[in-house]
Every structure is written in structure tokens, then in C-alpha cells.
């Protein structure tokens, strides 16, 4: 499926000279959405992965029913003060400033299998954070993957030892 054709382009978001990929447009199409999820499931089933982690906020709708269907359990990566419990925090950079991002102490076990998944690989700030954050915890990084990927950007070279699988690329 040429799942670019759903992606509305939005020009100056969410600051000037930014061209955000709203992938919202394409995620209201039924056809679309389980189209792209068989095709995330394709590349990870059989690779014993036991949690796929989703990264806030888009993360999370690709994370849930892929590890639905991976048989996996379902971990959030949050912005700072949105997990109750214990939590491992990292700060970095992103294409247009800075974050944090936390995940509860006890979400991976030492040695699982994680599959980490987010709509978009930019400059690769947050994929190379979350990447960081789960090793932390002893997990073994099984994949990273993207709905989109700007290669432009050189994201893949933040999360250098990692798998990276990415649906759709714009140069």
C-alpha cells in the first residue's frame, strides 16, 4: 500500500521551517491502519519479543496492537511526570529543542526481548533516548521501527546498533 498518499504534509508545524508528517489522516482509514500494522507484525513475528515499547504520544497507538498481535505486553515511554511509580529518566535533544522521556523502573526484566516503535525517525533524539532508557533496565533491543522515516535527518545513526525497520522514507 503507498501509504504516503495518506499523510497530510503540514508545512510550519509545530514552529516555523518544520514540515510535520501528520500521520492522523492516514489512521482514520480502516483499510490503512491494518494494512500498516499486518505489515509491522510481518517484520517482528517470530523474533520472540516479549514487550514492545511505544514512545509518547504516537507510539503508543502503533505499540498496543502490535503487541496484541506479537503476544507481547505493551510498555509507555512518557514525558516526565506522567508515570506514577519509580521511574528512569533520560534528557535529550530533538530536531526542534529539548525533552525528557521516563519509563517505570519494573516495565523490562533483565534480558527481555524489546521491540521499540514511534510513528516518525527524525534526527533520532528520541529513538536514541528511549533505546538508552531500556538498555538501562537490561533490555536486549530486538528492533526499532517506524512508520516513517525522514533519511535526510541521518535519525538511524543515533540508534547505530540497532535494527531499524521504517514502512514509508522521504528523503
Do not use: W
Request: aromatic content about 8%; proline content about 5%; hydrophobic content about 40%.
Amino acid at each position: 500500500m503507498n501509504y504516503k498518499t495518506f499523510i497530510r504534509e503540514v508545512p510550519d508545524f509545530p514552529k516555523p521551517g518544520i514540515l510535520f508528517y501528520d500521520i492522523t489522516t492516514l489512521l482514520k482509514e480502516p483499510t490503512c491502519l491494518r494494512s500498516m500494522i499486518d505489515d509491522l507484525v510481518n517484520l517482528y513475528q517470530g523474533k520472540g519479543i516479549t514487550k514492545v515499547v511505544g514512545m509518547e504520544s504516537r507510539g503508543f497507538i502503533l505499540g498496543s496492537p502490535l503487541a496484541y498481535h506479537l503476544n507481547a505486553g505493551f510498555v509507555p515511554v512518557r514525558k516526565p511526570g506522567k508515570l506514577p511509580a519509580d521511574v528512569f529518566e533520560v534528557k535529550y535533544n530533538l530536531e526542534y529543542g529539548s525533552n525528557s522521556l521516563a519509563i517505570h523502573r519494573d516495565a523490562i526484566q533483565e534480558g527481555e526481548s524489546v521491540l521499540i516503535v514511534d510513528d516518525l525517525l527524525a534526527t533520532g533524539g528520541t529513538a536514541a533516548a528511549t533505546v538508552h532508557l531500556i538498555r538501562q533496565l537490561g533490555g536486549e533491543i530486538a528492533g526499532v521501527g517506524f512508520l516513517v522515516e525522514l533519511v535526510g535527518l541521518d535519525g538511524r545513526k543515533k540508534i547505530d546498533g540497532c535494527v531499524v525497520h521504517s514502512l514509508i522514507t522521504y528523503d
